[in-house]
């Protein structure tokens, strides 16, 4: 590590506003649930897309919340790396840790889908350690990671749900 302050701060900076970019980016190409967006009418959304369908309303309903739940996890980690405060990222790391094992998280199991959640949760574990190890530098970069791994899965699920319809 070189000097530590000076340049650490403007990685910090760059890594904090291109991740914020990103989740806005990929809040508003998502295109799925979209009226779910405006407000936290997740249920709302969910029956938009597919109406008639009472069972898979309510998983599309409950996996919308389950995804909202990682947006707020992303704004502790954010908000730890803005404030140096590494243990807000730990914490935030470990929220999604936990999620991405939750069955709910197995939206498919088709291959590619795994792979995408398994490289997610590489870079959410790489996050982890670097807060653990209380390395800013490293942490901001590898949050940058993580967040285009959500984008990246999500570029694949959206590409998906419309070739299969
Ligand atoms: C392995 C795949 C995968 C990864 C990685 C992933 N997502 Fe998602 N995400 C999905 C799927 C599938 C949906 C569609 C859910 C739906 O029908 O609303 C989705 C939808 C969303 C939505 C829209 C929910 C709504 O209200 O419609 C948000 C917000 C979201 N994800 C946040 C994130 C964030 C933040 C990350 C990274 C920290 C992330 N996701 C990583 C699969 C993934």
């Keep these: 590590m070189t000097k530590r302050i000076g340049s650490t701060k403007w990685v910090v900076l760059f890594a904090v506003v291109s991740a914020f970019l990103l989740v806005m980016a990929f809040r508003d190409n998502l295109g799925l649930n979209r009226s779910a967006n405006a407000q936290d009418g997740a249920a709302a959304g969910a029956k938009k897309t597919q109406e008639g369908n009472p069972e898979k309303e309510e998983k599309s309903a409950a996996l919308s919340k389950f995804m909202r739940q990682k947006l707020h996890a992303s704004n502790q980690i954010l908000e730890g790396l803005c404030t140096e405060d590494l243990t807000m990222v730990q914490e ?49 970069l590898a949050w940058v990671n993580v967040t285009m791994k959500c984008l990246k899965c999500h570029e694949w699920v959206r590409n998906t749900v419309i070739a299969e319809k």
């Design 92 to 140: 935030g790391a470990k929220v999604m840790t936990r999620m991405s094992h939750e069955e709910r998280w197995r939206v498919s199991s088709d291959m590619m889908y795994r792979r995408y959640s398994n490289e997610f949760i590489a870079a959410v574990d790489e996050l982890e350690k670097d807060a653990e190890a209380n390395d800013l530098n490293k942490a901001s």
